[in-house]
Nanobody, 122 residues
Framework: QVQLVESGGGLVQAGGSLRLSCAAS????????LGWFRQAPGKEREFVAVITWSGGTYYTDLVKGRFTISRDNAMNTVYLQMNSLKLEDTAVYYC????????????????WGQGTKVTVSS
């Protein structure tokens, strides 16, 4: 029942940084796992990072060491700090709740929000 809206995307040069936000409404996020996903042109949607309700974090190897996921339960918002951006990070980024299994989340859902577009240029 929690509604999520992504924001913070934009155009950035390779090596630069962006901070994405996932704002929730209609309920608290404090008891949810919150994950970030992305879909590049011509590619399947893939898992990026997740922060569990208890604060644990997991990342795909593609972004480990460059991205940091965090949450502010009081603000009902989850963030994705993206540093050292690469051309391969260009995608529409989405957030979603769901179970965490073996340090990842499934990305094969039919329904997604609008997302926020990240474009990394050379």
């Amino acid at each position: 029942q929690v509604q999520l809206v992504e924001s913070g995307g934009g155009l950035v040069q390779a090596g630069g940084s962006l901070r994405l936000s996932c704002a929730a409404s209609g309920g608290t996020i404090s008891t949810y796992n919150l994950g970030w996903f992305r879909q590049a042109p011509g590619k399947e949607r893939e898992f990026v990072a997740v922060i569990t309700w208890s604060g644990g974090t997991y990342y795909t190897d593609l972004v480990k060491g460059r991205f940091t996921i965090s949450r502010d339960n009081a603000m009902n918002t989850v963030y994705l700090q993206m540093n050292s951006l690469k051309l391969e990070d260009t995608a529409v980024y989405y957030c979603r709740t769901g179970p965490v299994v073996a340090g990842t989340m499934r990305a094969d859902f039919d329904s997604w929000g609008q997302g926020t577009k990240v474009t990394v240029s050379s």
